[in-house]
């Protein structure tokens, strides 16, 4: 497996969204490893888009991380509940990131079944196996990856994405979910996922 380099994100987030399936998410705790596979992306293009949260060129502390250099992570908190692990893509002060929304867990079952349900994997039931990783905020506890990891460079050594050999499969697009408030930006097709892969968190 190779780390995936800066110039990797140096590109427009529709096209990272499509190349990030098939990669794989690491994230190491405690000198563990933990990891899953990406099927399932949004991309977020820029300050005419309505769905964005810097949207218009809106600059607040939160965002701000999004007009840094590409490759960094941008994590925030929703509905008072779940985190969610975005990408910065793109070019230096041009605003674009990438959400993962689902992955497929790969290595670190164990500490994944602890973080999301608090029991053994052995345990889980057939639907918990699934609900892993389906889904941005799942996998965000399942991975631990939370509000201090906003910021991280991905080029660094405790959450980072990797290249692997990974079998053939087949990419689709659809709307992205739950942005019906962004008007004709909802309509665009810009969620890609992996065609019949059980941990993606929206069939169609």
Partial sequence: MTKLTRDFYTRDALSVARDLLGKRLVRIVDGREISAMIVETEAYMGIDDKAAHFYAGR???R????YGKPGFSYVFFIYGMHHCFNIVTGPEGIPQAVLIRAAEPVS???????????KAYARLEKKQLIQLTNGPGKLCAALAIHRDCNGMDLCGDELFLTDHDAEAFEVLSSRRIGIDYAEEAREFPWRMYIKDNRYVSVKG
């Avoid at 965002?63 to 999004?66: A, M, S």
């Avoid at 670190?108 to 608090?118: D, S, V």
């Fill in 63 to 66: 965002v701000e991380i999004i």
């Fill in 108 to 118: 670190g079952l164990e500490r994944m079944a602890q973080n999301r349900f608090g």
């Fill in 59 to 61: 600059r607040t502390p």
